[in-house]
């Protein structure tokens, strides 16, 4: 039983944990999608580097849609997540992005306006503590609290020398505060199947440096709260772990200067299918793909249209203590 819970847990890990963005347009850098590695015992160190892609087509002025073509954001990230158990209670992750951000505007007469910038994004460190009983195998509740520290460069310039928006640098320039909070059911009709939630809020900073000192810039707070369900099974020799989650998203206004800064917010709510390969009793594939069912984003902004996930999990158990003591 603990070989199969440990392999449900690391299969739908990756599906299950929720990302930040931190533009006006919900393009910015998931500083936290891979935030919530399962629980293990002391000593055990666990990798994670994941492919995110996240692709907005879909121009919307609160609930209605504005059919127009011209303008695209793509914010591509290669995110490396790495996690150690102090004790078999406590334990801390750190994450950190390399983060391209592509933007288009298609002007009249098929002259493109496009800008890019790539760089190192910002680190994170969430220091975790399980708080069920160390023998529940059926109830498992994790917290969290960490700081975003603004390691990413919020200067980057444009193509005429201009620092570019907020919602095009790699870093924020501010100091964050993450809480995150995940809580695990399985099932005692079918033990390989789970029920999931995860909350997530992000508390954040201002950067008093922007745009070279002269202004002052603060992302809107995040709420997120993810729901979902994931079974496991064998295909061949081969454990498949599918799983179906629903994200709820709630993005506060930015502030520029200290005022409320339009077109900057909203709610948005989010199909999240995904699916995990055990590679190895230690390495598992994962995939996500994230489909918006509704966005009222406050204002017009560009809205997600889909978002991909692809990444490996690796697990280094403590010597003498294998994958099958990742959860008791």
């Not at 692709?55 to 609930?63: D, P, V, Y």
């Not at 801390?92 to 288009?104: G, K, T, Y």
């Not at 201002?206 to 994931?230: P, Q």
């Amino acid at each position: 039983m603990r070989i199969i819970t440990a392999i449900l847990l690391i299969g739908f890990i990756l599906t299950v944990s929720p990302g930040f963005s931190q533009t006006c347009c919900s393009g910015g850098v998931p500083i936290s999608t891979n935030l919530g590695l399962p629980p293990s015992y002391q000593g055990t160190a666990q990798f994670t580097l994941t492919y995110d892609a996240n692709i907005l087509r879909t121009l919307k002025e609160g609930t209605t849609l504005i059919e127009d073509r011209a303008r695209e954001r793509i914010t591509s990230s290669l995110i490396l997540s790495a996690g150690y158990s102090i004790t078999d209670r406590i334990g801390v992750e750190a994450l950190i992005p390399f983060v391209r951000q592509e933007r288009n505007i298609t002007q009249p007469g098929g002259f493109n306006d496009f800008e890019s910038t790539q760089g190192i994004g910002d680190l994170l460190i969430l220091f975790k503590y399980r708080v069920t009983s160390l023998n529940s195998q059926k109830h498992v509740l994790s917290m969290g609290l960490g700081p975003k520290m603004p390691t990413g460069s919020s200067s980057e310039l444009n193509s005429r020398g201009l620092i570019l928006n907020a919602d095009l640098q790699p870093g924020s320039g501010a100091w964050d505060i993450i809480y995150w909070g995940n809580y695990i059911y399985q099932l005692d009709s079918r033990p390989t199947m789970s029920l999931y939630s995860v909350v997530t809020y992000r508390q954040t900073g201002t950067n008093t440096d922007y745009l070279n000192g002269s202004s002052t810039y603060k992302i809107g707070e995040n709420l997120r709260i993810l729901a979902g369900v994931s079974d496991q099974f064998r295909v061949g020799s081969v454990m498949f772990s599918p799983s179906l989650g629903v994200r709820y998203r709630k993005a506060q206004a930015d502030e520029f200067n200290s005022e409320l800064l339009p077109s900057t917010g909203g709610d948005w709510v989010y199909l999240i299918p995904g699916a995990g390969i055990s590679i190895t009793p230690n390495l598992t594939f994962e995939t996500n793909v994230e489909l918006p069912l509704y966005a009222n984003p406050t204002g017009t902004q560009l809205s997600p249209t889909y978002r991909v996930n692809i990444g490996l999990h690796y697990v280094l158990p403590k010597k003498n203590k294998g994958i099958e003591n990742l959860v008791k």
